[in-house]
Structure formats: structure tokens, C-alpha cells
């Protein structure tokens, strides 16, 4: 069934359709209306949940890290410095290894204080161990909340599903809003390994050491190391786990395909613009310009952002003469966090080539600065000509 | 032998004994009961029991005598400075090694 | 009402193995034994870092023989409410959830996620365990440290600062259950959590306890100077019942002996106190005096 909502409200939609048992949340703009909606749904009794309104993120990921912990599939949301003000959290949830799912609604953080879209929130939580998806638009958002579940529980990493504040969180668009019964063949009930019980007790997240140590039953147990890398090593794994995810829900939805990048006009061209979200549909607008003017130019956003899908992105950039990095984000001191993984990527894919495509770096649209598509136009046109600068490149900055 | 088959992928504990060791070996001074003195001894029957009440270590039975584990007895001394009767002394460990060397 | 514990009726099952890391002589570790007899078998706990954390055990052995949530520092009563939704969500009624956290996670750090349970009323035991101080990370002072402590950052003039009143910080919630309790009065705090157990929304016990190297005294004299706190009106055990505050146990006995331990053989028997003056000592017990007055003046 087709309707027409806000972002939000298809995420508090996806999140209705997983059947969450336990919603954790504390008010932030621009993610506060998504948490109303599913507050709504709950007290109107339309959803089966417990929904706790916490007095912080910090305890909105705690209650999410036990309620999981317990054998809940569990849910909750923010933006900007909630996200900031969980960060312990969000370590700890990964490192708990739970399958916990939670939409960012992207914000600028402060100092000083903005309410505006840019990304350097979630992107600031890059190497906390989580899964990081990136929306474009609202059909995006409902259906990878929908697989972020799936893809959660199966590889047991909990999952940022992030869309842009305002431009997507508040904006309208008609999207295909799923079918109960279909998201039920595709979700089961979650099914934990462990969850607490005094029936099979068991201490979780205790203090565990440099070294491995022998368990109760002679077994020898992991150090501290062994946990981490196992997380680092079924993070990496969790790309092709992702790719069956997209193929199950194509089958079952009928919509899918390309589950780590979304090329567009990509095939042919010379020069390929490159970011995450919703800017990366905006670009299409320019590149369908700079078509016409003869320039081969495509766009390619990125849908998952950790684990990186580096072999996808290479391979796609392979024989390009340039890499336009379009960022909401910028890591300070150096340049876009997208931009030196991207590099990192080609290097390791095509060094050996001896053809590396030339990278280059724009920050845009930080706090909320419009972006207006001529500028991107611009921008893109003169960056397919000539390299404009060697430093990360404001675009819109009047200083 | 790593420890890459192990069951759990993350700090999953279950519980047992000894998680410090035998924490015996931290003992400077050691109980001894002297059942002539002791209450449930002397009655012979189920009485105050205050030295297994106040053991931090859960390591005196509740028994006629009580039973100290001296594997896990750290030595605290609680047993003998709250035994009504004076019926548990704090002995020094140097005594019995000494009796351990002869 | 129920019938008070005797030594002989405590149930013997215990959840604590032998052999933990904890200190020799450790107060907490009396405290722990009790109340986990009283929480009974159908418990799950939460545990912030603390020196629970290390009594309880490192990875893979637990000394703890129930299931147990180990969570960041602030975050204690938030993670209770995550369970609590989570067995109400799966239909468990039967299920006890505790926490157990230091002074420093209560009083400091937690309190606002404990502030936030309490006042949505979740259904849980929160016990503080007050040791006064940052023990597990070397003695530095607390919200709970009492005025005149030395502690490893307060070290030549002491704590300058009034001990914070957690107990009743968690009253002025509307609980449905505070308590103090001693690990000098195990039988206390036994009974009090059984009583409570039943009880609506968030019950909070403050249970004192004495810590041989964070307070200087010699391990064997941990109970006594425990019961010095209390036989000197120094630290009362009382409850709050739906808002009526009542002296229990051994407080209450001493309001009918109207007679008090002089505070100064509390003060003298730990050397964390030893640069409180005469003058200081005589102050503290001017305090003491008026407060008992007061519990005097009421019992008339």
C-alpha cells in the first residue's frame, strides 16, 4: 500500500511492523516525532510493546542493552547529542554483541548549538563497532529498518539505520508502506543465544582479562582480545550476511538489489561523485545537468558505511579518472572520514592497477547550510576539469 | 590450542568457586575453634552460629562443630572477635608452617 | 507483621561462592551474602562497576550464582528498567530484578538514572552498598564520604563537605519503601528486603559498610565498628514506609535505652578520621545529640 508521510513517521512504521518489545527514548530534535509516533502506537494499543521515556540517551541505550540483554528485540532513537551523550553506550552495546536497532536522525552537534542537518553525528561513532546504514529517502528508511532487524539479530551487531534531520525526518513522500504478514516471513521472533535468566545464570560483561583463562568446565575462554576481534572479524563478515538479507527482502518485497552502493549513470562516466544519504539523490539532479552538457559524470551513495564495503566501492571506481567525495562531516584535524576510507579502499583494490582515480574532498551543508544544487553542479563540473585543492573544500562557505 | 571453537563470542560467565584462587594463601593468621568452648558444641544442638553469620567468605559450615574451609579462609578474624564465648583464636600462619617443615 | 530472622531460621542456601576476590574482611561481602539470600533464586541482577564488580568475579568464572547484568557506571537503574520491560513484555511476574551499586554509582554518578526509575516508578530493589568512598579505584572521596574522612584525594585535610543524604533523596520520590541498612545487622537487612519485596515501584536500601583499607581498621573489628555507627547515633537504621519514617532494629532499641555510644569511639576506632580534633569530635556530637532529641521528643 502506497502513502504519503514524513520520514519519521515510515520509521516508526518499520519499527511497528518488527514488532520492537521494548522502545526506549528521550526527546531530540529532529528524531523526536519518530519516538511520539511509536509512543502513540503503543499507548493507543495498535503496537505490542513496552515503551519507556527515559530521562536520557544515555539511559535510552542502557535500557535497550538490557532489554535485549533480556531477550527483547529492542528499538530507540536520537540525533546530534543525544547520540554523543550514549557514546559509552553505544560501545557497550557492540562489544555486548546485541541487536539492538537504532535510527539516527542526522544533526550537527554542538558547540554551538544547531538544530540543522549535517552528519557529524553518526559519522563520529564510525569505530564504535556498529552497523551503519545510510538513507536517501523515506522508502529507504521503512525498509532498512525492516532489514537492519534481520541483519541484527542474524549476525548479532546492533545497527544504526541514519537519515538526514529536517530533509528527510520532516519532509514528505509517498513510499510502500510493506504488509504485515510479508514483514513477519521476513522477521521472525528474535531468537537470542543467551538471555538472562535464573534459570541458566549466567554474569554478562564481566570484567575479562588480557589473557585467555580456563571457564568452570575446564574450557579455555577468550581474553579480551579474542571478544574484540571476533566483533571486528562477523562485522567484516556481516557485509555478505547484508547482501542475503537484500536478496531475501527483493524476493519478498520485489525491491532490493545493490545493497552496499547505489550507482547511478555510474557505468560510462569518467568522474564519480560519491556520499552518504540524502545528498547523494540531490546530486543525480546535477549529474543529469552536467550530462547533458556532455560531462560523463555518475553519483554513487553509500549504503553501508561500517562495516565498509571496500571491494564493492573499488570495484565500482575501477578505471575512473576521478572520485568526487561529496561529506556532511568532516573528521577535524584532517579531511571527510568517507573521503580517507574511500582512499584507503582504492589503494588497497588498485594500487596494483598502477590507475588510481584522483580523489578529491568537499564538505558541504555542515549546521544545515543549504546546498543548492547549482553550487553542486558547479562544484562537480570544475572538479571533473581540473583538481581544485589538495585540503577538503567548503562548498557554500561565506568567509 | 586457541580458543577459537569457545561457545560464547562475548564476557559470558558462569559461576564456581575459586574465581580469586585459593584464597587461603592470603591468610596471615588462622582460626582455630576450640569446641570445648563453643555453644553449638557444647549443647549439642543447633545454637548461635554468630561465626557463620558474619563470614564474609562463606567459608564456616553451619554444623555441630562448625567447619572451617581453610582453602578459601582468608583470615579475617570477624569469627573470632564476634564468638560470644572466645571459642575461635587467630593463630599465626608462621606457627604452622613451622609444623609443616618439622 | 513478620516474624523477625534469627540466625537459626536464615536460610542456609547461599548464592555466593567461596573464594572471591574481595578484600579480607570485606563488609560488602556480608551484606551481598544476606540480601542475595533474601532476593532469593528468581533474581536478576544488575551491577555497575564497583567492587561488587570484582567480588562477583572476572570472565569466565562468576562468584555470583545469579544471572547478573554488569553495566556502565551511570547507567544501573536504567538497565533495571530494560530488564523489568523486557519480563513484562514476555509475561514474567515471578522474576525479581536488583541492583546493587556503591556510593559512588548512587550518590554520583547513577543518580540520575536512578532519580529518573524512581520516579517512573519501576518495579525494583536498589540497594547502595555505602562504603563511603571510591574504594574499588583506591579510596578517593564520594557524595557519601562523611565530613573529616581522609580519603586518596582528600588526603591531609579530610572531606570538607557534609556526607550526602542519599536516603533521603530517594524519599522525597514518593517510594513506596526507603530502608538503612548496616552489614553489622544482616538479620536487619534481611527482613527488611523480604518485607519490601511485594512492594510497588522502586524500593531503595542504603546499607552501610564498613571497608577495612578504605576506613583503617584491623579486618576482625569490621562488625564492630559497624555497630559502633549505630550505637552511637552516627548512622540510624530506620525505614520508610509509604512516607512514614519509623527507627528500626537496633536505632530503635536506642531510643528506648536513651543512651548513646559517644561518638568519638566510632571516630577513634578507624584512622581515616584520625585529624578530626577534639573540638571537631564535640561538634559532630552536638549534632548527633540534637537529632536523637528529636527522636526522643517524638517518642514521647
Known amino acids: 500500500m502506497h502513502i504519503i508521510e514524513d520520514g519519521n513517521a515510515a520509521a516508526a512504521l518499520g519499527v511497528k511492523l518488527c514488532r520492537a518489545n521494548v522502545i526506549a527514548a528521550y526527546p531530540i530534535t529532529p528524531q523526536t516525532p519518530l519516538t511520539e509516533k511509536l509512543s502513540e502506537y503503543v499507548e493507543s494499543g495498535e503496537m505490542k510493546a513496552e515503551y519507556i521515556p527515559v530521562e536520557s540517551e544515555h539511559s535510552a541505550m542502557a535500557v535497550c542493552i538490557a532489554a535485549s540483554s533480556a531477550g527483547a528485540r529492542a528499538f530507540t532513537a536520537t540525533s546530534a547529542n543525544g547520540l554523543l551523550y550514549m557514546h559509552e553506550q553505544v560501545q557497550w552495546a557492540a562489544g555486548a554483541r546485541l541487536p539492538i536497532v537504532m535510527c539516527v536522525v542526522n544533526r550537527a552537534v554542538g558547540a554551538p548549538w544547531n538544530v540543522w542537518n549535517d552528519q557529524q553525528d553518526s559519522i563520529s561513532q564510525r569505530d564504535t563497532g556498529w552497523i551503519q546504514m545510510y538513507c536517501a529517502d523515506h522508502q529507504q528508511i521503512i525498509d532498512s529498518v525492516i532489514k537492519a532487524f534481520w541483519l541484527a539479530e542474524k549476525v548479532s551487531i546492533p545497527i544504526m539505520v541514519c537519515y538526514d534531520g529536517f530533509l528527510l525526518s520532516h519532509t514528505f513522500m509517498p513510499f510502500d508502506l510493506p504488509d504485515q504478514e510479508k514483514v513477519d516471513a521476513f522477521l521472525p521472533p528474535f531468537r537470542p543465544a543467551y538471555a538472562l535468566n535464573p534459570d541458566e545464570p549466567a554474569s554478562l560483561n564481566t570484567v575479562t582479562l588480557p589473557d585467555v583463562r580456563i571457564d568452570v568446565h575446564g574450557e579455555l575462554a577468550h581474553g579480551y582480545m579474542e571478544i574484540r576481534y571476533l566483533l571486528q572479524e562477523e562485522l567484516r563478515a556481516s557485509l555478505a550476511v547484508a547482501a542475503e538479507a537484500d536478496k531475501r527482502f527483493t524476493e519478498i518485497f520485489g525491491r532490493g538489489g545493490d545493497p552496499y552502493i547505489e550507482p547511478y549513470r555510474c557505468d560510462d562516466a569518467d568522474h564519480i561523485a560519491v556520499g552518504l544519504g540524502s545528498l547523494t539523490y540531490q546530486l543525480r539532479v546535477s549529474v543529469d545537468a552536467l550530462r547533458k552538457e556532455g560531462i560523463k559524470v555518475g553519483v554513487m551513495g553509500i549504503r553501508f558505511y561500517r562495516p565498509f564495503p571496500d571491494e564493492a566501492i573499488a570495484n565500482a571506481l575501477k578505471g575512473k579518472k576521478g572520485v568526487i567525495v561529496f561529506e556532511k562531516a568532516l573528521s577535524y584535524g584532517y579531511e571527510g572520514a568517507l573521503a580517507s576510507d574511500l582512499k584507503s579502499a582504492l589503494y588497497e583494490h588498485l594500487a596494483g592497477t598502477g590507475r588510481l582515480p584522483l580523489v578529491q574532498n568537499f564538505i558541504a551543508g555542515i549546521g544545515g547550510r543549504e546546498i543548492r544544487t547549482d553550487d553542486l553542479t558547479q562544484t562537480l563540473r570544475a572538479a571533473t576539469q581540473s583538481r581544485i585543492a589538495k585540503e577538503p573544500t567548503w562548498i557554500g562557505l561565506k568567509l | ?102 | 507483621m513478620q516474624a523477625k530472622t534469627t540466625i537459626l531460621s536464615l536460610p542456609t542456601e547461599e548464592f555466593v561462592h567461596p573464594g572471591t576476590r574481595a578484600c579480607t574482611g570485606c563488609g560488602l561481602a556480608i551484606a551481598y551474602r544476606v540480601g542475595l539470600k533474601a532476593l532469593g533464586k528468581n533474581t536478576i541482577l544488575v551491577v555497575p562497576p564497583s567492587c561488587l564488580t570484582v567480588l562477583q568475579g572476572l570472565f569466565p568464572v562468576a562468584s555470583t550464582k545469579l544471572p547478573c547484568l554488569n553495566v556502565t557506571f551511570a547507567s544501573t537503574a536504567a538497565a533495571a528498567t530494560g530488564i523489568l520491560a523486557t519480563l513484562k513484555s514476555q509475561g514474567k511476574t515471578n522474576i525479581q530484578v536488583a541492583a546493587w551499586a556503591g556510593d559512588g554509582g548512587t550518590s554520583d554518578i547513577g543518580l540520575q538514572a536512578l532519580s529518573g526509575a524512581a520516579e517512573r516508578g519501576e518495579n525494583f530493589i536498589y540497594l547502595c552498598y555505602d562504603n563511603e568512598g571510591y574504594m574499588n579505584t583506591g579510596v578517593q572521596r564520594s557524595g557519601t564520604t562523611p565530613i573529616g574522612a581522609i580519603t586518596a584525594n582528600t588526603p591531609f585535610k579530610g572531606k570538607l563537605q557534609q556526607k550526602k543524604d542519599v536516603p533521603a533523596i530517594m524519599a522525597a520520590h514518593h517510594l513506596s519503601y526507603v530502608a538503612t541498612c548496616s552489614a553489622a545487622y544482616p538479620l536487619d537487612l534481611y527482613d527488611k528486603i523480604v518485607k519490601c519485596k511485594d512492594m510497588p515501584g522502586t524500593k531503595y536500601f542504603h546499607i552501610h559498610i564498613p571497608c577495612p583499607p578504605g576506613w583503617g581498621y584491623d579486618p576482625r573489628y569490621g562488625i564492630k565498628v559497624g555497630r559502633l555507627a549505630v550505637e552511637t547515633g552516627y548512622y540510624d537504621l530506620y525505614e520508610i514506609v509509604n512516607g512514614e519514617f519509623k527507627l528500626t532494629a537496633a536505632s530503635e532499641k536506642l531510643v528506648e535505652k536513651r543512651k548513646l555510644v559517644p561518638v568519638r569511639e566510632y571516630f577513634r576506632a578507624q584512622s581515616r578520621f584520625k585529624i578530626l580534633t577534639d573540638e571537631q569530635i564535640a561538634d559532630i556530637q552536638n549534632q548527633i545529640d540534637a537529632k536523637w532529641a528529636a527522636y526522643y521528643k517524638k517518642d514521647e
Open chain 2, 1 to 102: 590450542m586457541g580458543t577459537r571453537n569457545y561457545k560464547r563470542k562475548t564476557s559470558h560467565s558462569e559461576n564456581g568457586p575459586g574465581d580469586g584462587g585459593r584464597t587461603g594463601s592470603w591468610r596471615v593468621e588462622r582460626p582455630i575453634l576450640d569446641k570445648s568452648l563453643c555453644i553449638p558444641c557444647k549443647r549439642n544442638k543447633e545454637a548461635c552460629f554468630i561465626c557463620w553469620l558474619f563470614c564474609p567468605e562463606i567459608v564456616i559450615s553451619r554444623t555441630i562443630p562448625p567447619k572451617i574451609d581453610l582453602e578459601y579462609c582468608k583470615g579475617c578474624g570477624i569469627c573470632a572477635e564476634e564468638c560470644p564465648t572466645k571459642a575461635i583464636i587467630m593463630v599465626d600462619e608462621a606457627e604452622f608452617s613451622k609444623e609443616d617443615k618439622e
